[in-house]
Each structure stands twice: as C-alpha cells, then as structure tokens.
C-alpha cells in the first residue's frame, strides 16, 4: 500500500525556518517513529530513546525563550509539529506536549533567577518533565486538591526555609519516569486561592510512583499516581506567590488543551491516511471500495472534520501568539478536536470492516487512543462549562 501512504498536509507557515522545522520533525517521525510504533505500544514499551532524539533536535522547548534553551517558536509553528508527531504515534505527540505543559509554570511565573537555573536543563532535552494537578479525590474539581505543602524552617535573612509535600497525585502523564514534576499543592486555607506551585526533581526522597495503570490505548505512555511522602524542596523551588499556584495551573491548561487539541487532529490524520490507503487498494464488486459513494461521503465528512479542527485550534494558536485571551478559543479547539478525532478514528475501522477490527492495521489502535484525548486536560463536559460561562456569562447562584 506503499504507493497510496500518507501525503503531507499542505500548511501555511509564518517562516521559511518554519517551513524546514516541519519538513525535519515529518523525516524524523517517519524514519524513527512509525516503524516501531504498533509494536512498541502493544508491549508497552515506554520510548525514552525516542524522548531523547527529539530533545537533541530541539522539539521539546519549541515555545520557550531562546535565551534559556527553548526554540523561540510561536505556538502557531509549535502546536504543528506536535500534530506531526502524534500523527506518527501519539504516546510521543502527547508526551512532548505533557513536557510543555509541566515548564510552563516556570517559564511564565517563575522569577528571574529560577528561569536561568532551571529552564536550560528542561528545555535542553535531555529531561522529561510531568505535571501534577490532578488526584484520586479531585479530576475535574482541581481546587479542592488535598496534597499539603508546610513551610519549615526560613529566618529573617530572607531564607525563605523549605517545603514538606505529603499527599498522592493521580493520572500523572510520565509518572514514575520523569525528571521534574511541576506540582500543585495546598499551602493555605481551602479553595483555590490556598494553592501553591513547586518545581520537585523526579529523585527526591519521599517521591514514588505506583505501578502504572492498565489502560485501553497509549501502552506506550506510563500514567501513574506519584506519592509525596514528606519531600522537602527549598522556598527557591516554589513558582510564584504564595495562593498563586491555581491561577498559573489554570494559566497552563489553557495552553496545554490547545496541545491536546493538536494531537487529536493528528491523530484523526493518521486515521484517514490509513482509511484511505485502503479502500483505494480493496476491491469488491470488481471495483475500488473507494468508488462507492457511501465510503466516499464518509472519507468527506472525516476530511472536513479534520480540517475544521485544524483551523480552530491555529486560529487559538495566532490569538495566543497576538497576547489576546484566548481561553474561550481554547476550550472550543479542545472540545471539537477531540470529539472529532473519536469520530474520524471510529470511521477509519468501519473503512476497513472486519480488518478495522484486528491488529493488523492501525485502526483499531488509534480509535483507542482517541478516546483518552476526550477526558484529559479537562474533560469534555468540561470544555463545554468553560464555553458557557465565556458565551451566556457565569451561571447564577440561588
């Protein structure tokens, strides 16, 4: 089916150094990514190596400052390439934009002094960062996270003393393999305005990780609950006022659903290619299944899909990049990229019939994985209360 593979997407780039960061990140994907990708998400091999080439390429600090080690690229160059690289597999799409997300605090809040410590190592490549919001007793209720942060020590020379964080965070993107974990923790009164936000390297002592959990798709990507079992960090690791940690998490979700956004619409890419090698090659009824015009609406409706959620989430990107709110955007681009994505991945194994159905073929994986990219980064129901509040106003209280 060599001759019917995937073409590649026609893009509007802002920059002819733009232009040749696609084409490398699209030679790279096909030359070390799809080869071993079926094979190693169905032995759920985790693809540090991967994680490792791509950060000597300089893709894991695209949107980053240049002055500490990131690509100085705008977010409409950056969430490309992360459509290429899900597009290839998406435990590696989602883990570059997992990585952006945990440096975001540091790169937007952090002071001066802590940018130029920390930044080069996670931007450089060769760490791999997780973020840690989430826990077992609060997903979509973030605020009322129960992870504690208690102050010790500190004097009045301006030693700001240490931290120690007891409590577990659940649905950890790289949990138990990351470098760094950008945490969110109570170091206050209840509610939102009582959190706090620390940078804790992956070796602390008192940081663990369970086992990672038995999931329908992504094999390839450990998602685990981390322990804190009194890890002490410096005051220097805190991101950010005291009470900030909230406002710089949801300050990151917004930008890292536009992440998760991307990666849907790759995905949902590979599953058209993948559709459409197809039924151009079977026949029935001595023709291609691609003559008949049921398949052929199908392969439209998922074209249009797929190009409507493209231009959502660069059209969040560019207001972004313009310094605009673009919240609302992101939310919108979040919702229809990845109900698209389950859909077009849901079309692509009825494309194929009972061949969608085995693991002969992508197919069948990619449906998998898409359903994940509805839930996390917030939950779709979620997106949907954001748009509200954003569209009609906040709701009223009795």
């Not at 130029?116 to 919001?133: D, F, I, K, V, W």
């Not at 992956?202 to 086992?211: C, I, T, V």
């Not at 559709?275 to 008949?292: M, N, W």
């Not at 009825?350 to 359903?371: I, N």
């Amino acid at each position: 089916m060599s001759q019917h593979g995937p073409q590649p997407v026609v893009r509007h780039l802002p920059t002819e150094e733009a232009r040749d960061l696609l084409a490398l990140t699209r030679d790279l994907a096909q030359r070390e990514i799809v080869p071993a990708a079926a094979a190693e998400e169905d032995a759920g091999h985790f693809p540090r190596e991967t994680f490792a080439l791509i950060g000597e390429t300089g893709l894991l600090g695209l949107p980053y400052a240049e002055e500490h080690g990131g690509g100085g690229q705008p977010y409409e160059v950056y969430l490309q390439v992360l459509e290429e690289l899900a597009a290839a597999r998406l435990t590696i799409g989602l883990g570059v934009s997992v990585h952006t997300l945990a440096c975001h605090a540091l790169a937007h809040f952090g002071a001066k002094e802590q940018r130029a410590e920390h930044l080069p190592a996670m931007l450089g490549g060769s760490l791999l960062g997780a973020y840690c919001l989430s826990e077992p007793a609060a997903g979509s209720d973030a605020a009322s996270l129960r992870t504690r942060a208690v102050r010790t020590g500190g004097g009045a020379d301006g030693d700001g003393g240490n931290w120690t964080i007891d409590g577990t965070k659940a649905w950890i993107t790289h949990g138990g393999v990351a470098d760094f974990y950008t945490v969110l923790a109570r170091s206050g009164g209840d509610g939102a305005r009582g959190i706090s936000a620390y940078l804790v390297p992956g070796d602390a002592p008192g940081l663990s990780a369970a086992a990672p959990e038995r999931k329908m798709g992504m094999k390839g990507s450990p998602t685990a609950q981390v322990h804190f079992d009194g890890v002490t960090v410096p005051d220097s690791r805190r991101i950010g006022e005291e009470g900030q940690g909230f406002a710089i998490a949801l300050a990151a979700l917004d930008a890292g659903r536009l992440g998760i956004a991307a990666c849907a619409v790759g995905l949902a890419q590979a599953a058209l290619d993948a559709g459409l090698a197809y039924v151009k090659e079977r026949r029935q009824f001595a023709r291609p299944l691609a003559d008949f015009q049921g398949l052929r609406f199908m392969i439209a409706d998922m074209a249009t899909k797929i190009e409507a959620g493209r231009a959502l989430y660069l059209a969040a990107a560019r207001t972004r990049d313009a310094g605009l709110d673009f919240s609302r955007q992101a939310a919108m681009a979040k919702l229809f990229c990845t109900d698209a994505a389950m859909q077009v991945t849901t079309d692509a194994v009825q494309l194929l019939g009972g061949y969608g159905y085995t693991a002969d073929f992508p197919v069948e994986r990619y449906m998998r994985e898409a359903k994940v990219l509805q839930i996390v980064e917030g939950t779709n129901q979620i997106q949907r209360m954001v748009i509200a509040r954003h569209v009609a106003g906040p709701e009223s209280r009795s």
